[in-house]
């Protein structure tokens, strides 16, 4: 089985994908896996770009195909923000929970229906000759007003699903795994593995 190198550190993001992946028929690895310890600074002005910078220098340092991602939040009232930021948002060493207070600070005298918000993803696959690929995924939802559930990670708690009637911090990982923007941005990765 053929090894599909996952460009991230964060724990959540891998659990993830190994759910979201688990029929591709390649063995998902982390950068751990491969003692490759590598700071790459997102430069780009979208998730595409910042994936694809991901991508192409993991996949390079490491000499295998290689797997990014950048996603994010972006809020209708914040015009787009946090956005390519999202997990920068506020500045550096905040956590999930900081963040997430912050922007419901500043969108406490925001009504329900100017909420609106969406969760964004692009999948970057990289291989070392410059090869590349993009997959996009969008989940369309609102910013509670408090958060709920303590699934997920990021704004997962405050990021409420209409058609769910809950937000991503109550949904379990399968849940979550069906209907997510990395799961539909997945599925078109797969289709293109399995191709």
Excluded at 73 to 89: F, Q, T, W
Excluded at 91 to 101: F, M, Q, T, V
Aim: contains cysteine; negative net charge; charged residues 25%.
């Amino acid at each position: 089985m053929p090894d599909l190198l996952l460009a991230t550190t964060n724990a959540g993001k891998i659990q993830e994908f190994r759910l979201l992946l688990k029929e591709s028929n390649y063995s998902l690895i982390s950068p751990d896996d491969v003692g490759l310890n590598l700071s790459v600074p997102e430069t780009g002005s979208s998730f595409e770009e910042n994936a694809l910078i991901k991508a192409n220098a993991y996949s390079i340092a490491s000499n295998h195909l290689c797997l990014a991602d950048d996603s994010g939040i972006e809020i209708d009232a914040l015009n787009g923000l946090p956005g390519i930021y999202s997990a920068r948002y506020g500045g550096e060493g905040l956590s999930d929970k900081d963040r997430i207070n912050l922007v419901l600070e500043e969108m406490k005298d925001i009504p329900w229906h100017l909420r609106k918000a969406r969760f964004r993803t692009s999948l970057a696959l990289a291989w070392p000759d410059g090869k590349n690929t993009v997959y996009e995924g969008v989940l369309e939802g609102f910013i509670e007003f408090h958060p709920k559930g303590t699934n997920g990670f990021g704004y997962d708690p405050i990021f409420y699903i209409p058609s769910l009637k809950s937000t991503a911090g109550e949904l379990s990982e399968d849940q979550k795994s069906q209907i997510s923007h990395r799961s539909k941005a997945a599925s078109q990765l797969l289709m293109f593995l399995h191709g």
